[in-house]
Nanobody, 116 residues
Framework: QVQLVESGGDLVQPGGTLRLSCAAS????????MGWYRQAPGKQRELVAA???????NYADSVKGRFTISRDNAKNTVYLQMNSLKPDDTAVYYC??????????WGQGTQVTVSS
């Protein structure tokens, strides 16, 4: 069993920055693709960014150039650096661990609110 614990969500003004962290338990972290998803009220959950075990990354078009995903396998932690935040980035952000689509786990979510 893998547990994912997100942290770092907060209320921030437009143009501000936040860094989300997701700490994973277990030994498959380094072999898994890690992702950040978000879900705004009334909307479907969407992929924000993902990073493979080989450090390949992909991003939603809406966050390209503003968000950066990274991982530290020694700490079993994945990060999402969010810059130039916009009100449209307001959502609950969820961490996801996907090991070959055989083992898929979700964190409990962390709230990000961008508002003046």
């Amino acid at each position: 069993q893998v547990q994912l614990v997100e942290s770092g969500g907060d209320l921030v003004q437009p143009g501000g920055t936040l860094r989300l962290s997701c700490a994973a338990s277990g030994s498959i972290f380094r072999l898994a693709t890690m992702g950040w998803y978000r879900q705004a009220p009334g909307k479907q959950r969407e992929l924000v960014a993902a990073i493979t075990s080989g450090d390949s990354t992909n991003y939603a078009d809406s966050v390209k150039g503003r968000f950066t995903i990274s991982r530290d396998n020694a700490k079993n932690t994945v990060y999402l650096q969010m810059n130039s935040l916009k009100p449209d980035d307001t959502a609950v952000y969820y961490c996801n661990l996907d090991y070959k689509r055989v083992f898929v786990y979700w964190g409990q979510g962390t709230q990000v609110t961008v508002s003046s």
